[in-house]
């Protein structure tokens, strides 16, 4: 199971850092290989933001690469993704997804999203 939270309203300028923390028993959690950030606006295809495998390597969105870092806590199971600058085209609902591989895409467990709303 995946829970994301840390979404919110923010100014356009403002920064948040959503955050996502993988339950499930010890067998299901040591599958998961890569964690990742996807996000989507109302009409238009889920995108991916950032993805991070096990091991450090990163992939962003084309849409993400200046203000959007990913990171993880492999310790506690936990993903970030730190949102700096917004804007209001980065209003949608981020939703958080692992992977059994090592991303970005063919996520195979899914979040139930939060929302970031950027006002202008």
């Known amino acids: 199971q995946l829970q994301a939270s840390g979404g919110g309203l923010v100014q356009a300028g403002g920064s948040l850092t959503p955050s996502c923390a993988a339950s499930?028993?010890?067998?299901?959690?040591?599958?998961?290989?890569?964690m990742a950030w996807y996000r989507q606006v109302p009409g238009k295809q889920r995108e991916l933001v950032a993805s991070?495998?096990?091991?450090?390597?990163?992939n962003y969105g084309d849409s993400a690469k200046d203000r959007f870092t990913i990171s993880r806590d492999n310790a506690e199971n936990m993903v970030f993704l730190r949102v700096n600058n917004l804007k209001p085209e980065d209003t949608a609902v981020y939703y958080c997804?692992?992977?059994?591989?090592?991303?970005?895409?063919?996520?195979?467990?899914w979040g139930e999203g939060t929302l970031v709303t950027v006002s202008s």
């Open positions: 499930g028993s010890p067998v299901s959690i040591s599958r998961i290989n890569a």
């Open positions: 991070m495998s096990n091991g450090g390597s990163t």
């Open positions: 997804a692992a992977s059994e591989g090592l991303g970005p895409y063919g996520m195979h467990y």
